[in-house]
């Protein structure tokens, strides 16, 4: 189960990221809180179903109900912001960035986690989907409540490969 599931499931030509989800998730610098957190945050981010349930399965035994539930809720509002944040910005008219959002972001004040973590879990969703001005406005967070850049750096490498998995098991899937 968990991320042996995944790897298994991996075909030859993505021995790479196999190898890489060992060494991101499986033996990460960050705690086991942060890198399980991140894991599964994106792993909902990703959307594949083998992804998400091998590694909401292991996940549990490192976070717990509570930070599950805070993980999920990281890809949940994350899933909102990055789109309304991100097209925002890309409209490229400066007007709308002193509109408010008016979006309920609760979780983001009360997570249910130590809010840096979750933070640490919001920036890597951020990576997947693309939000520019989410990844500096989270990674500003971070860095000005003491994670060093190694930290985030870590959390960018396990987005990246969580999303690399879901997205050859997508492709397989698709072509059997």
């Known amino acids: 189960m968990g991320l042996d599931a995944i790897k298994a499931a ?4 993505a021995k790479d990221i196999k190898l890489n989800l060992g060494s991101t998730v499986g033996t990460s ?7 399980w957190g991140t894991a599964l945050a994106c792993a909902v981010a990703a959307r594949n179903p083998v992804v998400l349930r091998e ?20 890809a949940a509002i994350m899933a909102m912001n ?3 944040y991100r097209a925002k910005h890309l409209i490229g008219d400066e007007q709308y960035a002193s509109m408010p959002a008016r979006l309920r972001m609760q979780i983001i004040a009360r997570p249910g986690v130590d ?3 979750f933070e640490l879990w919001c920036l890597a969703v951020s990576a997947i989907t693309g939000c520019g001005v989410c990844l ?23 987005s990246a490969v969580v999303h690399a998995a879901a997205v050859t098991l997508d492709a397989e899937a698709a072509l059997a």
């Open 10 to 13: 991996l075909p030859e030509y």
């Open 82 to 84: 990055n789109i309304y």
């Open 136 to 158: 500096e406005s989270h990674e500003k967070a971070l860095r000005g409540s003491g994670f060093t850049r190694e930290q985030v750096h870590e959390a960018l490498r396990i």
């Open 29 to 35: 610098t960050l705690t086991p809180v942060q890198a």
């Open 55 to 74: 590694i909401a399965a292991e996940a549990l035994g490192h976070l717990g109900p509570e930070g599950v539930e805070a993980a999920k809720g990281a």
């Open 115 to 117: 809010k840096g973590d």
